[in-house]
């Protein structure tokens, strides 16, 4: 059983436009995250979210935005793609500091 | 500022011998220091983790040592396997971890048979 989940795999789309990344975990846990791993494979984190807060990482740009519909789910929606853009984004969860990491998403702007 | 800093950058082991990857920190807020293995195309996944009221952890073949004073703390693989090469992330988060995981820049291993 696959703990955390991420999709799609690949995303492959021309500057300007408007997509998402679907993540979901099973592991019951009450936190989740959003990294991006650059072409260096620098992991950077983006955000953190439970069901009472947001924490957004200050260098994030606005175009990104994470939504929750539920304790089990963490999708991340970007507008107006820019070529930075390009990276891998995992997804991760964690309960007490442990945090589980998702297969990632490879992005590519065109 | 790079809070985290890892080193090396690469690192060549024969197999059976010992690899050795060291990491520094400098927020005294950071109370969790775990390490993760990344192959390539997958996520990082968690090998091991200290907290800094210990001085070492040893799971199997994996140790982690932790000098709280010096601020610093590293990974040793004992008799490193061709299958142990891949990219090592050392990492840091302040209690609740609500901040997320400070990465370094990680160290890509290679063990030749």
């Known amino acids: 059983d696959t703990a955390v989940s991420q999709t799609p795999k690949y995303l492959v789309t021309q500057m300007g436009n408007d997509k998402s990344i679907k993540c979901e975990q099973n592991l019951g846990h009450d936190t989740m995250y959003w990294y991006k791993q650059d072409s260096k494979k620098f992991l950077k984190i983006m955000f953190s979210y439970n069901n009472k807060e947001l924490i957004i990482n200050e260098t994030v740009p606005n175009r990104f935005s994470p939504k929750s519909p539920d304790k089990a789910h963490l999708n991340l929606h970007i507008n107006s793609l820019e070529l930075g853009d390009s990276a891998v984004y995992f997804c991760?969860?964690?309960?007490?500091?442990?945090?589980?990491f998702g297969p990632g998403t490879r992005l590519t702007v065109l | 500022q790079q809070q985290v800093k890892q080193s090396p950058q690469s690192l060549i082991v024969q197999k059976g011998g010992i690899s050795i990857i060291n990491c520094a920190y400098e927020?005294?807020?950071?109370?969790?220091f775990p390490w993760y293995q990344q192959f390539p195309g997958k996520g990082p996944a968690l090998l091991i983790a200290?907290?800094?009221?210990?001085s070492e952890k040893k799971e199997g073949r994996f140790t982690i040592s932790f000098n709280k004073s010096a601020k610093q703390f590293s990974l040793h693989i004992m008799d490193s396997q061709p299958g142990d090469s891949a990219t090592y992330f050392c990492?840091?988060?302040?209690?609740?971890?609500?901040?997320?995981?400070?990465f370094g820049k990680g160290t890509h291993l290679i063990i030749q048979p």
């Open positions: 990492a840091a988060s302040k209690k609740g971890g609500a901040d997320g995981l400070t």
């Open positions: 927020n005294t807020a950071f109370d969790y």
């Open positions: 991760a969860s964690s309960r007490v500091g442990e945090q589980f």
């Open positions: 200290i907290r800094p009221d210990v």
